[in-house]
């Protein structure tokens, strides 16, 4: 399913026209895009705009109503190991350590390598001796434990769904600095955030919705522009 | 295939490892399962003879409540911090999951049976007075019917509201053939009224055909979303 | 093409079933000789019979439209999915209602655990169970959800006989409706209250299947209407700050 010789322009996820239903209410309302491969996309919009239906779906949690999504040339679930994703809840049992989640997802993805969890944690600048269970963790912690557990399997593309909130200045700098590296690296990154400014200078494109629709994309964050 | 076990392995190792750690609520079914024996015993305190014609359906019915009760918390880990999201995300099969789940609450339920029964056979001064090694495939077959279409409704029940009461008002109906034989298996056994054969058979056909259907039709009901 | 023919000629057909069922209730509450041993109260057969044999068939409907749906996703087999369920649940209850009224003159009990009656109660419970999970679903797969349900318990159904069956062999119950044959006479109307009754299922569900289609279509123009002129809600620009944090 995946092309080795993508280049860096062709679009490694294209959506068709996608309708998202929830009986009355239309969250997207035939969204159309090209997304090239190797770039930093924010996504902005109110509540309600449908950005996180949108990331939803691209990881292949809710199917659409109408409408295509291609990742690599597939539907979102076949190209589930180019997948990291990432949202608000963090996706990592309370009672476990940081170490003992990873470890139980690098199963999942059939990681053999023990040591890639440590690396991914210490990736995020956690400590993978720490035995504190996760639900114990400050927000901040939590939040990049989250992007370990995303991370662990060197996905090609990244979905974060609000990363950076209720995290410390610090703490999110640092996730927006570690993110910037993964860029650079090659890897495709999607990031939903009512914080915008944090991504000044580092995101490749800002991408605008409103009520179910991309309405602009600029490559520059400026208030004026955005209508 | 090898993927599949090594996931469903690791899968009910975490969840026995979790259940370990913090033994509130295994500990909190068990003291409600002693209390619902108790509670049948003073309801229905007949001597030994009708004791043995009714025991069969008494001991299934507390057992049945139990259950649900067991079954009602088993995605209840993983709605936290919607650590389901993370796995129907990942090229895990579905199949896995529902498999470590349902083991694990063939553990758990026969765990409280294994307190109930004895409390039974005192309370009620039971015999078997039929093949008594007989009850055992009844024990596991019937306990088995139970918690595949338990562990597969209470997922269904994930999206709906009045979580709850949703497993039990699906699971009871579904579930009556599987009832019937056990609760008849183990009057036939206790009164030694013949042969349980025919309702062994039974079970063992109800699990079979359900099984199959819950690990064919697991995967559609995770992701339906 | 079909839907289309039915739903110009859908007055004039329930006119004719309408007429077939006054002309079948006379045939069974009149015309029909009076059972030797029971008496009138024979006569519910020409109800309880039919209607059982019109609940499995919606059931039956209903299942073949949740096989379409799960393997073409097509919305129209959803409808109809729901409305053989719930016109298919009114009959089961004709039929468990009528069982009773029946048993207690003629056999002096109310209830009696035999084979279409009990196969009947339980059918019924496990669509009532169905139509309570399309109520308190939210989830926009609610069809995935419900057509799921609806095999299990299909194959739930063979398991129930069996079991029923075999429970009868070791305790046996009177039967309702009793074996022996039928007078021509009574056949007669029987066949006819079948087609009738037949035919009645068939149109309810029919039009309930259109009116559940109706209010689908309402429910997808309403959505897209109404986010065509945004709420204030949508109306302001984006929150834009500067630094990191809320």
Known sequence: MTNPNISQLTALVTINDLVKQFGRFAALRGVSAEFAAGRFFAILGDNGAGKTTLLRMLAGLAQPTRGKISILGAEPRGACREIGYMAHPSLLYDEMSGMENLRYFARLYDIADESRCGQAIRSVALDPGLSRPVGKYSQGMRQRMSLARAILHDPKILLLDEPFSNVDVHSARDMVGLLKAMRDTGKTIFVVTHQAGLLDGVADEFVWMEAGKIVERTSQLSPAGAR | MSSLRSITFATLAKDIRLEWRSRDAVNSMLFFSLLVVVIFSFSFDPNAEESRQIAGGLIWVAFLFAAVVALNQTWARELRNQVLDAYRVSPAPAAALFLAKALGNFVLVSLLEALMAPLFVIFYNLRALGPAWQLIPVALLGTWALVVNGTFFAAMSIR????????????????????????????????GDGSARFWIVLLLTYDVVFTTACLALFETILQAE | MIAGTVKRLFPILAVLTALLLAYGTYQALVVAPTERTMGDVQRIFYYHVPSAWTGFCLFFTNLIASIVYLIRKNPKADALAVSSAEVGVVFCTIVLVTGPIWARPVWGIWWTWDLRLTSTLVLWLIYVSYLVLRRFSDSAQTPVLAAVLAIFGALDVPLVYFSIWFFRTQHPQPVIG??????????????????TFSCFGAMVCWWRCRLEWLQREVDEAEAMESLLEPTEARLSKPKVTAGGGR
């Not at chain 2, 979580?163 to 206790?190: C, D, G, K």
């Not at chain 3, 074996?179 to 079948?194: A, E, I, K, Q």
Request: overall charge positive.
């Open chain 2, 160 to 191: 709906t509201r009045s979580r709850e009461i949703m497993l039990p008002l699906l699971l009871f109906p579904i579930s009556i053939p599987a009832v019937q034989s056990m609760v008849e298996a183990t009057r036939i056994l206790l009164a």
């Open chain 3, 178 to 195: 009793g074996g022996g044959s039928l007078d021509p006479r009574m056949l007669h109307v029987f066949l006819l209250n079948l087609f």
